[in-house]
């Protein structure tokens, strides 16, 4: 059974320009959900989308936004990059239920 | 909001067990998750346990669940050099997300 699938895995860009990152869930997964990871603050949640709605927030601004397609393939842009936003974004797939959070491996952004 | 709390570091020699504790606040807690974090690496899913369970045994890991007060363990026995790494609780509850704690390392000496 393929695990969850983050693409790519290093990302360098600069501040002003927008990024967009994509997630394969687990075959049979309809919950995609995205979460920061940064020294400072931890791990903490961006937004989760089922059956191509979004479902839940966190507390980001605007800038973060995301998307689910008819297959369960999400994929999170941001835009107007800071320096603030370099970390590790990590998905994670699961039934929807809470059941099986399984996450990727994660996309490294670093913005410069 | 909801919390998730655990201690941040835990050293222990090769061949010993490794006992990893967190408490949380969720009253309405329905999944417990114990992660793996490698250095560069995302979060390796170990094991997880339903609110309604004390106890579950895979393999080398053992997590015990005391609803009562809050409090979730995961013990590994025989610890090996490899079991080196970042461990992450979480509680999934009425929140609809996975609410982290901070992370323990564990340092495992040979």
């Known amino acids: 059974k393929a695990g969850v699938t983050q693409t790519p895995r290093y990302l360098i860009k600069t501040r002003g320009q927008q990024v967009t990152l994509s997630c394969s869930p687990i075959?049979?997964?309809?919950?995609v959900s995205w979460y920061q990871q940064t020294p400072g603050q931890g791990l903490q949640f961006l937004f989760e989308?089922?059956?191509?709605?979004?479902?839940n927030k966190g507390n980001f601004p605007g800038r973060f936004s995301g998307r689910q397609f008819s297959n369960s393939r999400s994929e999170m842009n941001v835009s107007t990059l800071e320096l603030g936003d370099s970390a590790l974004y990590l998905c994670?797939?699961?039934?929807?239920?809470?059941?099986?959070?399984?996450f990727g491996s994660g996309t490294r952004l670093t913005v410069v | 909001g909801e919390d998730v709390e655990q201690s941040l570091f835990l050293s222990v020699r090769e061949g010993d067990s490794s006992v990893i504790n967190c408490t949380y606040t969720d009253s309405s807690s329905t999944y417990l998750y114990w992660y793996k974090q490698e250095p560069g690496a995302g979060l390796q899913l170990l094991t997880y346990i339903f609110s309604n369970m004390d106890m579950k045994q895979d393999q080398r890991l053992t997590v015990l669940l005391n609803k009562k007060d809050k409090h979730l363990s995961l013990r590994i026995a025989d610890t090996q050099t490899g079991d080196s790494a970042i461990y992450f609780c979480?509680?999934?509850?009425?929140?609809?997300?996975?609410?982290f704690g901070q992370g323990t390392t564990l340092q495992v000496k040979p």
């Open positions: 994670a797939s699961s039934t929807g239920t809470g059941d099986g959070y399984t």
């Open positions: 989308y089922f059956s191509e709605t979004q479902r």
């Open positions: 075959s049979g997964h309809r919950s």
């Open positions: 979480a509680d999934f509850g009425n929140t609809g997300k996975l609410i």
